[in-house]
């Protein structure tokens, strides 16, 4: 089989199952995997450590200007360090992910984010497999593959439920908030892409959704 070359933009609502596919899929094609709300989390992060208020747009620009986020590309082991303190575990905790869709709306951040995003896309040697919420529409609006995965709220909030042994009606309405700042947010909101192809994964197994974009991408699982 030849050796993959090209991106693929995997972009969609939290608990829709980016993260495992993008996993999955990019070590399918021997290719690079870049988790971008990683590096919005790892901003979120050093956001609150550092005192500042999500919510004060100056307040964040100025923390996020002032570090330094490095995260690894590849899909059997990514981690992500701010000043070259790890900080895979705490970006996914509660108190950043409360936060994120804040830090993500500030138009600077998403500049200063999506150039970073796009220099290591270029570095990939070979593919790359990218997942977040604007990468179709984006940070790679050319990727030779477009994927815009959903999959219903309730089963979304079981699947984020179970991953955090946290209470299911809560992560549901947390969900529902999120969906409704990312999707309403100014700069950059997720969105489908016009050429996206839209896959719901409510009643597909991560093995059935890999499958299926091998496919669309000529390759066997």
Same mark, same amino acid.
């Given at each position: #089989?030849?050796?993959?070359? /090209?991106?693929?933009?995997?972009? /969609?609502?939290?608990?829709?199952?980016?993260?495992?596919?993008?996993? @999955?899929?990019?070590?399918?094609?021997?290719?690079?995997?870049?988790?971008?709300?990683? #590096?919005?989390?790892?901003?979120?992060?050093?956001?609150?450590?550092?005192?500042? !208020?999500?919510?004060?747009? !100056?307040?964040? #620009?100025? $923390?996020?200007?002032?570090?330094?986020?490095? $995260?690894?590309?590849?899909?059997?082991?990514?981690?992500?360090?701010?000043?070259?303190?790890?900080?895979?575990?705490? $970006?996914? /905790?509660?108190?950043?992910?409360?936060?994120?869709?804040?830090?993500?709306?500030?138009?600077?951040?998403?500049?200063?984010?999506?150039?970073?995003?796009?220099?290591?896309?270029?570095?990939?040697?070979?593919? $790359?497999?990218?997942?977040?919420? !604007?990468?179709?529409?984006?940070?790679?609006?050319?990727?030779?593959?477009?994927?815009?995965?959903?999959?219903?709220?309730?089963?979304?909030?079981?699947?984020?439920?179970?991953?955090? !042994?946290?209470?299911?009606?809560?992560?549901?309405?947390?969900?529902?908030?999120?969906?409704?700042?990312?999707? /309403?947010?100014?700069?950059?909101?997720?969105? @489908?892409?016009?050429?996206?192809?839209?896959?719901?994964?409510?009643? #597909?197994?991560?093995?059935?959704?890999?499958?299926?974009?091998?496919?669309?991408?000529?390759?066997?699982?």
């Amino acid at each position: #089989m030849s050796v993959f070359r /090209g991106v693929v933009a995997v972009d /969609g609502p939290s608990g829709s199952g980016k993260s495992t596919v993008s996993r @999955r899929l990019a070590s399918a094609l021997g290719a690079a995997y870049l988790d971008t709300g990683a #590096m919005y989390r790892a901003a979120t992060w050093a956001v609150l450590t550092a005192g500042a !208020d999500p919510a004060d747009p !100056d307040a964040v #620009m100025k $923390i996020v200007e002032s570090v330094v986020l490095e $995260i690894g590309t590849d899909p059997a082991a990514p981690h992500m360090t701010v000043d070259g303190t790890s900080v895979d575990a705490p $970006i996914r /905790g509660g108190e950043v992910t409360a936060a994120v869709s804040a830090v993500a709306a500030v138009p600077g951040v998403r500049e200063l984010l999506v150039s970073a995003q796009r220099t290591l896309i270029t570095q990939a040697t070979a593919g $790359i497999v990218v997942e977040g919420r !604007d990468i179709g529409t984006v940070v790679a609006p050319d990727a030779v593959l477009k994927v815009y995965l959903t999959a219903d709220v309730s089963e979304r909030a079981r699947r984020r439920s179970q991953e955090h !042994d946290a209470d299911h009606e809560a992560t549901a309405a947390d969900l529902v908030r999120r969906d409704n700042h990312d999707s /309403g947010r100014k700069a950059d909101p997720l969105r @489908r892409a016009d050429d996206a192809v839209e896959l719901d994964t409510t009643a #597909m197994s991560i093995d059935e959704v890999v499958a299926h974009l091998l496919n669309l991408l000529g390759r066997s699982s």
